[in-house]
């Protein structure tokens, strides 16, 4: 974090130019840890509303809440047949 201010500062600094910017290596994240991110849009306001309720009924945020819901769903289509198994379960 303080590295990309140092940057900006340099940027914003009229006696230094851009060339003069020093590298900064940035740690990069594992791939093997990476999550991945689902962005879903349109949904209706009654939905959001009843999927907020549902969690607080649940005590788990909506992320808790939906992804309990994706591997409740995920399992009843594996237990029918209809997606393969993961290894490893």
Known sequence: MIHKCIKAYY???SDILP???PAVDMPRKPTS???GTLNIRAIPKDIIYRLK???AAEHRTVKGF???LIEERIQELEQKGILPKMKGK
């Open 19 to 21: 060339a003069t910017i």
């Open 33 to 35: 840890d990476h999550q």
């Open 53 to 55: 309720m549902a969690a």
């Open 66 to 68: 939906i992804l309990a």
């Open 11 to 13: 940027l914003l600094s």
